[in-house]
């Protein structure tokens, strides 16, 4: 399934992080769960480097 996919290249310790990010960016932001966890993976992905 492609949340689990999502998950395993989230570090486990970023993965609340991610899932808050995502869900605001769909439920406030209007984006669909897929834009909204594309753009919250990148965005966890280059704030952890």
Do not use: T
């Amino acid at each position: 399934m492609l949340d689990d996919l999502i998950f395993k290249l989230i570090p486990p310790e970023c993965q609340e992080e991610f899932e808050e990010r995502a869900a605001i960016m769909e439920f406030d932001g209007g984006l669909s769960r897929e834009d909204a966890e594309r753009l919250a993976r990148e965005s966890i992905m280059a704030s952890s480097k």
